[in-house]
């Protein structure tokens, strides 16, 4: 029976989540129940394709990404795939009638990082489109329930949500990026010569996005909101944090919240939630 396969693929894309983001998972257990398995799904396969790209090192990574591509696709048009990752995503995608374009736009910018080390302004803004704004927009999509109207207006704080959260994932981890992968995302950056003006002109930009992010978190419907906030104020921390360190400091130390620390903010913000004080 297909209905026991699609089960076992919404599971492993639960498992994948879990594995690679404790972040991410507990805002998803916040979501309304039925939230919770297509937003898996989609962060499974976001997730799944950026290993491709980022840790699958003496594998033909080029060739494996266009087979994921390849396969996502037939998934969608046929509506199964023996990938079970692939195969939950594309139940989500027909259910919820996500645009097959934010698909592509994601894609290409995994296909990026295969071959760009170093990105101006122009490739720096399409690689966060397609790395980041395009997967709040297909959570979005699955947040509002096929309500265009309400899409469109929350469209443009979704963009910077996901903007925020990538740029602070590109400081956190320019150590890594720098030296192990050879990437500088950051447009007009050498990472040997990171200011503190570069530094605080990064964290200007990111404090604005998440000041557009909040205000469209305040605007979802109640079954997302809380699951959506808890991310945001994670993020907000690990910010907070980026921004008392000298900009040597990213590159000789990753820095991240501990969970002890997560699980307080997860309960003052369940608090602020209650009392409708987001």
Do not use: W
């Not at 699958?56 to 080029?62: A, D």
């Not at 592509?104 to 760009?116: I, K």
């Not at 704080?157 to 990026?177: S, T």
């Not at 990111?206 to 557009?212: C, M, T, V």
């Amino acid at each position: 029976m297909k209905e026991l396969y699609d089960k076992i693929s919404a599971r492993t894309s639960r498992m994948t989540t879990r594995a690679y983001s404790t972040s991410f998972s507990m805002g998803i257990r916040l979501f309304d129940k039925k939230l919770r398995g297509p937003i898996y799904a989609i962060y499974g396969f976001v997730r799944l394709a950026d290993e491709i790209v980022d840790t699958f090192h003496g594998f033909n990574k080029r060739k494996l990404l266009e087979n994921f591509r390849k396969e996502t696709f037939e998934a969608i048009e046929e509506g199964i795939s023996l990938n079970p990752v692939i195969n939950s995503f594309q139940e989500v995608v027909n259910k919820y009638n996500i645009d097959q374009q934010l698909i592509v736009h994601f894609l290409n910018s995994m296909e990026m990082d295969l071959f760009m080390t170093e990105f101006n302004r122009r490739k720096y803004e399409e690689y966060i489109l397609g790395s980041a704004e395009v997967v709040g927009l297909m959570c979005l999509q699955v947040f509002v329930d096929g309500d265009r109207k309400r899409y469109e207006e929350l469209k443009p704080y979704a963009m910077k949500l996901g903007a925020a959260f990538q740029k602070i994932n590109f400081l956190r981890d320019l150590k890594a990026d720098h030296l192990q992968l050879g990437r500088a995302y950051f447009p007009n950056l050498d990472p040997e010569n990171f200011t503190q003006e570069d530094k605080e002109r990064i964290e200007k930009e990111i404090e604005q996005d998440f000041y557009e992010g909040l205000k469209g978190i305040r605007l979802l419907p109640k079954s997302s909101r809380l699951g959506v906030y808890i991310a945001y104020v994670y993020y907000f921390q690990l910010f907070r944090k980026i921004r008392t360190k000298k900009p040597g400091h990213l590159l000789e130390k990753r820095v991240r919240v501990p969970n002890g620390e997560k699980y307080s903010l997860l309960l003052s913000s369940y608090l602020r939630h209650r009392l409708d004080i987001i």
